[in-house]
């Protein structure tokens, strides 16, 4: 923890690019439910201040908060 913390402090763009290299669900289709809404796209990506970058009829999103689930192609 104190390692992210200093990474965050001093080197936030290596803690992020950490981050989204263990994040498996970038580039897969995903399922995010916010309150009652049901949003389905592509994960695209994780911004600078890490909200989700969703593809979704051909415009960017970026998703602040919600329950994210892979769907994965069968």
């Known amino acids: 923890l104190e390692e992210n913390l200093t990474l ?29 809404e049901v949003i389905v796209g592509k994960f695209i990506d994780i911004d600078e201040n890490g909200y989700l970058i969703l593809l979704r009829n051909k415009v960017e999103e970026k998703i602040h908060y919600g329950d994210v689930v892979s769907l994965r192609e069968q």
């Open 8 to 36: 965050l402090r001093y080197n936030p763009k290596e803690l992020l690019d950490s981050w989204r290299n263990k994040c498996k669900m970038i580039g897969g289709k995903v399922k995010i439910t916010q309150d009652k």
